[in-house]
Nanobody, 117 residues
Framework: QVQLVESGGGLVQAGGSLRLSCAASERTHNSYRMGWFRQAPGKEREFVAE??????YYATSVKGRFTISRDNVKNTVDLQMNSLKPEDSGVYYCAAAINAGTPFTYWGQGTQVTVSS
């Protein structure tokens, strides 16, 4: 059972930056599929970014502004968010799967990101 804890959310003005971090309770390997999702009020949870092995994937809406990175020594996966927009607001969730070819199985509790205009 992998436990995930997010941190780094907060309130920021449009155009600003935030860095989210997700700490895993056990050692993560490059084969682990690690990702970030977000959910705005009244909307469904949506994919933001993920990484497995050396590959990184991003939602079209965040490509070029967000960067996902992982540290397998610290067992963390971070999301650097730049040029933030009000529509980036929501609860951001960290997710993990032990195998890169399987659906996300483990989820964190989420961290709130609010971008003011």
């Amino acid at each position: 059972q992998v436990q995930l804890v997010e941190s780094g959310g907060g309130l920021v003005q449009a155009g600003g930056s935030l860095r989210l971090s997700c700490a895993a309770s056990e050692r993560t390997h490059n084969s682990y599929r690690m990702g970030w999702f977000r959910q705005a009020p009244g909307k469904e949870r949506e994919f933001v970014a993920e990484t497995a092995w050396s590959a990184r994937y991003y939602a079209t809406s965040v490509k070029g502004r967000f960067t996902i990175s992982r540290d397998n020594v610290k067992n963390t996966v971070d999301l650097q968010m730049n040029s933030l927009k009000p529509e980036d607001s929501g609860v951001y969730y960290c997710a993990a799967a032990i195998n890169a070819g399987t659906p996300f199985t483990y989820w964190g509790q989420g961290t709130q990101v609010t971008v003011s205009s």
